[in-house]
Structures are given as structure tokens and as C-alpha cells.
């Protein structure tokens, strides 16, 4: 069974500029958690979409968006890139509708680096 | 809103001894308690999860954690480590509907765990 997989692995930006990483969850999981990693800063909740909807958000500007699709799948767009958006991009999926149910387990990808010079 | 402290931001040992990497949690109501591994250009990977029962919770690769509501910690514990245990360690606190949350996970700054040989 395939598990997280995430696109690009590395993508590299100026500032201004818009990025799109891409997300498909593990075949059959409807929610997808989208999480930023900085240097130093651990992982930090961005969204959370499940059956399509957009259902929670972390504490970060509009610039920050995203979408889920009819297959589950889902892009993480940031717009206006700024210096400090560089960081490893993680995508997530759980196997309950609703959010991690009560297993509460997330399936990580291996991440986006995104780099904005 | 429920928060996460890693006490220690690298924790160096040497193989086959010891290692103990601390956890403390903010809640006042009931959690759901994680360890997640994540080693070198990788995703995150779940280690063991408290939510209910046995306060001793065993995991993958040897490894297990201790669930002390009265100090709110949550230690992870391996009696002997390897060299291939380097990796960043990341605790992670959740709390379900029922005591005002949503499950989305809110994870520690990480500990480095370096084996030395």
C-alpha cells in the first residue's frame, strides 16, 4: 500500500513569488493535515481539510491556502513568498473521516523543502 | 489550547546505553499523548501513543513511555540504544471532541537524539 506521497520533494523561490506543493493521502483516507517545519520550530498546524471542506486553521496569514479535491488529494499554495516561509512542508493523512478519530494517528509524507532566496 | 515542552533540544548518548528523552504537556483536561521519530530526510513516523489504560505504553524499536498525569509528562524511555536511533524525536498532544478539541496534534520543538558510537 503506497503511503503519503508528496511534489515536489525541493522547490526553490524568490520573494513575491507563489509556490504549490501537492499532496495524495494513503488510498482511502479523507482527511489531509498540512504542517510546516522551520528550523528550530517543530512542526506547526497549517490546515486541515477533510471530505473537501477546509475544517480547521492554524494560526498563519491568508497567504497561506490550500484545497482538497474530489479524490483527496490536496495542494497547499503560498502566495507572496517571504524569506521565512523557507522550511519542510509536511502533508498528512488520517484513515477516519472527521480527523484522526480515536486512533489519533497521523501518516506523515517525506515533505516539500521549499527555499526562498 | 493544549501545548507541548521538550525539555531537552539534543540529548547525545553513547550506543547500548540508556536514554531517556522528557515530554511535558499543558491541559487540564483528559489528552490523547504521541511520539513520533523522524529520521534524516524523512517523514514523521509514529513511535507509541498514549489514549487511555496502561500509563506504560510500549512502541516500536524497543522503545516505550510512561503517562504521569499528575506531572504531566509523557518520557520516552529505551533501555539501549543504537546507532541507528539517530534520529529528531518529536512528542505530540492531542485532545478529542469531548474535552473541547478537534485531535489535530500540536507536537513539541523535537529532540535531537545523537548515538555515538
Known amino acids: 500500500e503506497a503511503g503519503v506521497t508528496q511534489s515536489p520533494t525541493h522547490l526553490i523561490k524568490t520573494r513575491g513569488q507563489q509556490a504549490t506543493l501537492r499532496c495524495s493521502p494513503i488510498s482511502g483516507h479523507t482527511s489531509v493535515y498540512w504542517y510546516q517545519q522551520a528550523l528550530g520550530l517543530g512542526l506547526q498546524f497549517l490546515l486541515w481539510y477533510d471530505e473537501g471542506e477546509e475544517r480547521n486553521r492554524g494560526n498563519f496569514p491568508p497567504r497561506f491556502s490550500g484545497r482538497q479535491f474530489p479524490n483527496y488529494s490536496s495542494e497547499l499554495n503560498v502566495n507572496a513568498l517571504e524569506l521565512e516561509d523557507s522550511a519542510l512542508y509536511l502533508c498528512a493523512s488520517s484513515g477516519t473521516s472527521g480527523g484522526p478519530g480515536n486512533t489519533g494517528e497521523l501518516f506523515f509524507g517525506e515533505g516539500s523543502r521549499l527555499t526562498v532566496l | 489550547a493544549q501545548s507541548v515542552t521538550q525539555l531537552d533540544s539534543q540529548v547525545p548518548v553513547f550506543e547500548e546505553a540508556p536514554v531517556e528523552l522528557r515530554c511535558n504537556y499543558s491541559?487540564?483536561?483528559?489528552?490523547?499523548l504521541f511520539w513520533y521519530v523522524q529520521y534524516p530526510n524523512q517523514g514523521l513516523q509514529l513511535l507509541l501513543k498514549y489514549l487511555s489504560g496502561s500509563t506504560l505504553v510500549k512502541g516500536i524499536n524497543g522503545f516505550e513511555a510512561e503517562f504521569n498525569k499528575s506531572q504531566t509528562s509523557f518520557h520516552l524511555r529505551k533501555p539501549s540504544v543504537h546507532i541507528s536511533d539517530t534520529a529528531e524525536y518529536f512528542c505530540?498532544?492531542?485532545?478529542?471532541?469531548?474535552?473541547?478539541?478537534?485531535?489535530?496534534?500540536?507536537f513539541g520543538r523535537g529532540t535531537s537524539l545523537i548515538v555515538h558510537p
Open positions: 505530540a498532544v492531542s485532545l478529542p471532541p469531548a474535552s473541547g478539541g478537534s485531535y489535530i496534534p500540536t
Open positions: 491541559s487540564s483536561v483528559s489528552v490523547y
